[in-house]
């Protein structure tokens, strides 16, 4: 009977079109790879790979194999590892990269009682605005949105990512609300610089009856992160178009206010990523099943949307 390391390796390696990759996502060395799948091979008395210097192809056998084993050997494992993450406590590094105002805003208060919790995970959790390699850079998660689904990552998702627009009470006493998107192009419009392409982010924004407008302004003022966004707009300084969980909170207390109510972007989901093997470590299944709940019971992803009735 062939073993699950042999059959995870060759699945792998399937998927990735190449040991080291497989390898990497794996945590083994490339040579421990090929000796798996080379075992498989002799077991199986067929050859599973194509092999050349340039590129690595399944044979006929080998994508026959792959058809047939690849649903079944990930429920073996889910069941697998449900029996071993329940048996052991969960400990260890928690390594987690999470934006700075989610993280700041929203976890950090989950903190106390997650900890309580686990009192054995050492979490060691990164603010940053960027989408990092989760699987290369050795992190258990990542909370944010837009990160491209690189192989061997799954996202969870937590919440819409809407993004609206915001300015003072003091800002907007001075003039006139805006009450079309088109509107913006007369005001001060506080702005931010993509971190992928370097541009000014601009936004198309929507109503509840579907219409779409393309955002129209220039930037009086060009910040590089959320957090310096929303101070800027409780300065008065201009309008901000900032995702709901960036300004809930001075929402609620009033000291900013909702510009163009009946009007939003949609910027995808905040979502949860972590590798899709199904043996996670049980203090990253504890992590993903504490915020998702955490979630679903604070009622977020309803808060976070843009018209709450519609979470």
């Given at each position: ?126 603010f940053e605005n960027r989408q990092v390699d989760l699987v290369g850079e050795g992190y258990d998660a990542a909370i944010g949105g837009g990160f491209e689904l690189r192989q061997g990552v799954v996202a969870r998702r937590l919440a819409p990512a809407h993004v609206i627009a915001v300015a003072s009470p003091i800002y907007l006493q001075a003039r006139a609300q805006p009450a079309h998107p088109s509107d913006l192009r007369t005001v001060d419009w506080i702005a931010s610089r993509s971190l992928q392409n370097g541009r000014i982010r601009t936004w198309v924004l929507r109503n509840g ?103």
């Amino acid at each position: 009977m062939e073993t699950l390391s042999n059959l995870e390796c060759f699945i792998r390696t399937a998927d990735a079109g190449s040991f080291s990759e497989a390898a990497r996502q794996l945590g083994l060395t490339p040579a421990a790879v090929s000796r798996n799948v080379a075992m498989l091979e002799k077991n199986l008395g067929a050859r599973l790979f194509h092999r050349s210097t340039r590129r690595l192809a399944l044979t006929e056998a080998g994508e026959e194999l792959r058809q047939g084993i690849a649903g079944s050997l990930e429920e073996l494992q889910s069941a697998l590892a449900a029996v071993s993450t329940e048996r052991l406590e969960p400990s260890g590094v928690l390594r987690v990269s999470m934006s700075p105002s989610i993280g700041m805003g929203w976890l950090m208060p989950m903190l106390p009682d997650f900890l309580a919790r686990f009192p054995r995970i050492r979490p060691e959790w990164h603010f940053e605005n960027r989408q990092v390699d989760l699987v290369g850079e050795g992190y258990d998660a990542a909370i944010g949105g837009g990160f491209e689904l690189r192989q061997g990552v799954v996202a969870r998702r937590l919440a819409p990512a809407h993004v609206i627009a915001v300015a003072s009470p003091i800002y907007l006493q001075a003039r006139a609300q805006p009450a079309h998107p088109s509107d913006l192009r007369t005001v001060d419009w506080i702005a931010s610089r993509s971190l992928q392409n370097g541009r000014i982010r601009t936004w198309v924004l929507r109503n509840g009856a579907g219409e779409e407008v393309a955002m129209e302004a220039s930037p009086s003022l060009v910040l590089s992160d959320p957090a310096a966004m929303r101070e800027a707009a409780l300065l008065g300084l201009g309008i901000a178009m900032l995702a709901v969980p960036d300004v809930l909170p001075q929402l609620e207390q009033g000291t900013l206010v909702r510009v163009l109510p009946g009007w939003h972007a949609d910027a995808g989901a905040i979502s949860l990523y972590y590798a899709s093997r199904a043996l996670l470590p049980a203090k990253t299944r504890a992590f993903i099943d504490f915020v998702t709940q955490a979630f679903e019971r604070d009622r977020l992803a309803e808060r976070f949307a843009a018209f709450p009735s519609h979470a």
